[in-house]
């Protein structure tokens, strides 16, 4: 009797922590590399210092039209971050064009979130991002699987009430036009 308690106790201790390490796991198997992503619009570009790189923000005509109209960003929507290594000089430091911004070198990796009615809804309310997932690509459109996609969950949570997404004004501004 006693045996059988302990085994049924620890049978539920570990069914119990399987179900709390899947819920916070941030997969990223829902999301597809965007094939058609530049066909979309290019609605901003920074530059990295701190890492070097310059970087081009693509979305579906439609979220930004949204919410051009004060609407949310509909269910579909994908944004596509494009990440290219700047070009460097002969001391490491990146090249800027006439206008002081980096000049892309070579294309290192995507970074896609993409909303869907229903999505997120198996995460818990510290980490869920509404209905966005997120996965990043390498520069073939290969799924990068050596990225920690829940660091993309938490770096976006403070941002819920820009739905989550930090170029928010400027998709607001330029996408959708």
Same mark, same amino acid.
């Given at each position: 009797?006693?045996?059988? /308690?302990?085994? +049924?106790?620890?049978?539920?201790?570990?069914?119990?922590?399987?179900?709390?390490?899947?819920?916070?796991?941030?997969?990223?198997?829902?999301?597809?590399?965007?094939?058609?992503?530049? !066909?979309?619009?290019?609605?901003?570009?920074?530059?990295?210092?701190?890492?070097?790189?310059?970087?081009?923000?693509?979305? /579906?005509?439609?979220?930004?039209?949204?919410?051009?109209?004060?609407? %949310? $960003? %509909?269910?579909?929507?994908?944004? /596509?971050?494009?990440?290219?290594?700047?070009?460097?000089?002969?001391?490491?430091? %990146?090249?800027?064009?006439?206008?002081?911004?980096?000049?892309?070198?070579?294309?290192?990796?995507?970074?896609?979130?993409?909303?869907?009615?229903? &999505?997120?809804?198996?995460?818990?309310?510290?980490?869920?991002?509404?209905? &966005?997932?997120?996965?990043?690509?390498?520069?073939?459109?290969? +799924?990068?699987?050596?990225?920690?996609?829940?660091?993309?969950?938490?770096?976006?949570? %403070? $941002?819920? !009430?820009?739905?989550?997404?930090?170029?928010?004004?400027?998709?607001?501004?330029?996408?959708? !036009?």
């Amino acid at each position: 009797m006693y045996r059988r /308690t302990i085994c +049924v106790a620890t049978t539920l201790g570990v069914l119990a922590g399987l179900a709390i390490s899947m819920q916070v796991r941030a997969a990223g198997d829902k999301v597809v590399f965007p094939e058609n992503y530049a !066909k979309g619009v290019m609605y901003s570009t920074l530059d990295r210092p701190d890492i070097k790189q310059f970087r081009e923000f693509y979305a /579906t005509p439609e979220a930004g039209a949204a919410l051009r109209k004060g609407e %949310p $960003i %509909p269910s579909g929507a994908v944004l /596509t971050m494009a990440q290219y290594s700047a070009q460097l000089d002969v001391q490491g430091n %990146p090249v800027k064009d006439a206008n002081g911004r980096f000049i892309k070198g070579n294309l290192v990796g995507f970074t896609v979130m993409e909303k869907r009615t229903g &999505w997120g809804a198996e995460y818990p309310a510290t980490l869920r991002n509404g209905e &966005w997932e997120y996965q990043a690509f390498t520069a073939d459109g290969k +799924v990068n699987d050596k990225r920690n996609l829940t660091e993309c969950f938490e770096c976006h949570k %403070p $941002i819920e !009430k820009q739905d989550y997404v930090f170029t928010f004004d400027r998709l607001k501004i330029t996408a959708g !036009k």
